[in-house]
């Protein structure tokens, strides 16, 4: 059975930068989409970043410049570099993995794509 174990999470001051790790177990990612999803208290789960098996990526435009997903497929590893952190950024940040060998387009997939999630990790930021 698939695993996604993500970590890296933490407190942070306005401005801060966090890196945010998943790691697969089950089976290689190298050739599947992986995103980054986040959830605030009260709203809903949102797309923030996608990477697929050419390395091409998406992100939310919230993000957009702040943000870099990679991977690290001998590691069966999943990254986001986070900086610039904004307390809006405050959420639980969740990985999500497609099953299958996919092509992202140009817009992030929604959270019906990805079949397989982790437990999530908290990030808050403080002003």
């Known amino acids: 059975q698939v695993q996604l174990v993500e970590s890296g999470g933490g407190s942070v001051q306005a401005g801060g930068s966090l890196r945010l790790s998943c790691v697969s177990s089950g089976y290689s990612i190298s050739s599947i989409c992986m995103g980054w999803f986040r959830q605030s208290p009260g709203k809903r789960r949102e797309g923030v970043a996608a990477i697929d098996l050419r390395s091409g990526s998406v992100y939310a435009d919230s993000v957009r410049g702040r943000f870099t997903i990679s991977r690290d497929n001998a590691e069966k590893t999943l990254y986001l570099q986070i900086s610039s952190l904004q307390p809006d950024d405050t959420a639980m940040y969740y990985c999500?993995?497609?099953?299958?060998?996919?092509?992202?387009?140009?817009?992030?997939?929604?959270?019906?794509?990805?079949?397989?999630w982790g437990q999530g990790t908290q990030v808050t930021v403080s002003s």
């Open positions: 999500a993995a497609t099953r299958s060998a996919c092509v992202l387009g140009r817009t992030l997939p929604p959270e019906n794509y990805f079949p397989d």
